[in-house]
């Protein structure tokens, strides 16, 4: 069995920028997911060695950790890229590209269209698409980063309020059309997106991005026994992957018990932790490859990885995150089809999307959602470890019922409570105390609060608590800046 506690030597700091004291080119910001969830609804934290183990909320490494500079800029203080808070309006993809250089927000004349790696880093999945703009949390921290959602009054849905990336696709997607690489805040996702020209539908958003032009950037080599060690991010990785498809389950297993290069402290990969490693350069259309460095063996250059992430899209969290490391197909009615629906790339080798975490793919003939993405559920898997990430055992005490991401009562949903698990309402909640109603929810105890006075998010807090001392790391919320344990009770939440 996988031991319960991965020793860290040279523990990530809070902003993230070393590991070992080796300053990293690329650090890896952790997803911000809490909640635990098996393959149909939240539910406790598993233990090491039952089924489930080893998901997102279970490791966590560098927390997210901004500073709002008060001229229109967002600082990443782990990253050590510099955003434009605003979100502006929707432009064409050429015209957010010439943009950057007439942009002088905070002064500065050194902006550019951020990489599809560097879009990415910003990604919350604590996010929650659900039916309407009041009952949605975006995919990204709207306490320092303006965000739109799609004009439902204008015939848009929700999630139309994609975000460009400067990253073209090697290949075409829809019918041979030019694409770029985008990510939606709305409802947490990577996919191309033809480059039209301007106008219409073919309108996104382009958030400029200056400072550390190293990000994004791997630096692989050859670790030991079948292993490969990113230098940038000093995450290491299992270098083939087994040839074997598994279900979400059966993936996090296979890891939590891989011995490999003389290690046992594998886990799957974390959603940001797995695109670390696309190679956008690369694509079965444009190389005859995977979209991946080929230090790496790859079984099928066609091939889907599990994450490890949970994506929360709709009323109950079935689906997990995977990286398409070849072409993300589905069935499409392009115009060179004459409107008849079409087995072709849709969204691009690279694209981030999420299937059912269990199930029979032969269900999904035609694919789902409006561009009929493929749907296979067992995907590959390749394990990694490293990256200065540690493992949380479960808490025996009661699981709490605050939402750090959106304090506000969600409203219920027939059938399903009020959201995932019908325990929590939301993303990112410890759950509830089992049988809890919605209107029953309560927010951190006031300690938590005056823990964390006058300190800043990443700072390090303790609070007394009737089981005892409690250390951990504050974290912002619209509440106010409170103390989340660091010991990782339920997935690192507000006590």
């Not at 490791?59 to 950790?65: A, I, L, V």
């Not at 599809?116 to 320092?144: C, H, M, P």
């Not at 490859?289 to 079984?299: E, H, K, L, R, Y």
């Not at 589905?330 to 269990?358: C, I, L, N, T, W």
Request: proline share 6%; glycine share 14%.
């Amino acid at each position: 069995m996988k031991k319960t506690l991965l020793l860290i030597i040279g523990f990530v700091v809070a902003t993230g920028l070393a590991v070992a004291g080796v300053n990293l080119k690329y650090p890896i910001v952790d997803t911000g997911q809490n909640g635990c969830f098996d393959s149909r609804s939240q539910r406790d934290c598993p233990e090491p060695g039952k089924p489930f183990n080893g998901q997102d909320s279970q490791y966590k490494g560098n927390q997210p950790h901004y500073k709002d500079n008060g001229d229109g800029t967002i600082t990443d203080l782990v990253t050590g890229l510099m955003w434009v808070k605003e979100r502006g309006n929707p432009v064409g993809w050429q015209q957010g590209m010439n943009g950057a250089s007439e942009c002088r927000v905070g002064g500065y004349d050194d902006w550019r269209a951020p990489t599809i790696k560097e879009l990415y880093s910003l990604i919350d999945f604590n996010g929650w698409v659900q039916g309407d703009e009041s009952s949605s949390t975006a995919y990204i921290d709207t306490r320092f980063f303006d965000f739109k959602w799609g004009d439902t009054n204008k015939g848009q849905r929700l999630i139309d309020c994609q975000d460009w990336s400067a990253t073209v696709y090697t290949g075409t997607t829809m019918g041979d059309f030019k694409t770029a690489f985008g990510v939606n805040f709305a409802d947490g996702r990577i996919k191309g997106y033809p480059v039209y020209g301007q106008g219409g539908r073919s309108n996104r958003y382009m958030r400029y991005v200056r400072g550390n032009p190293d990000y994004g950037k791997n630096d692989f080599a050859l670790g030991a026994e079948d292993t490969v060690v990113d230098k940038a991010t000093s995450l290491i990785w299992q270098q083939a992957d087994d040839g074997t498809t598994r279900n979400w389950e059966e993936a996090l297993a296979y890891c939590e018990e891989l011995t490999l290069g003389g290690r046992s402290d594998w886990r799957l990969p974390s959603a940001k932790e797995l695109q670390s490693i696309v190679d956008y350069t690369r694509s079965p259309t444009a190389t005859d490859s995977a979209a991946i460095d080929p230090i790496f063996d790859v079984t099928d250059i066609e091939s889907y990885y599990w994450t490890s992430t949970t994506h929360l899209d709709g009323p109950r969290p079935r689906h997990a995150a995977y990286v398409a490391f070849g072409r993300a197909m589905g069935y499409f009615a392009s115009p060179r089809s004459g409107g008849a629906r079409e087995f072709m790339d849709v969204h691009g080798a690279g694209a981030q999307r999420s299937d059912p975490k269990a199930g029979n793919s032969a269900r999904y003939p035609q694919g789902h959602g409006p561009q009929g993405d493929d749907i296979r559920i067992d995907n590959s898997v390749r394990c990694v470890t490293g990256g200065g990430v540690a493992y949380y055992e479960p808490s025996n005490d009661p699981i709490p019922s605050w939402n750090r991401g959106n304090q506000e009562q969600r409203p219920g949903r027939a059938g399903h409570g009020g959201g995932p698990g019908m325990q929590s309402g939301g993303p990112g909640m410890g759950g509830g105390t089992p049988g809890m109603s919605m209107g029953q929810r309560q927010g951190p105890p006031q300690e938590a609060y005056a823990a964390c006075n006058e300190k800043e998010q990443g700072d390090e807090c303790m609070v007394e608590t009737p089981h005892g001392t409690v250390k951990g790391i504050c974290r912002d919320t619209s509440d106010g800046t409170v103390c989340v344990p660091k010991d990782g009770r339920r997935g690192g939440k507000p006590m």
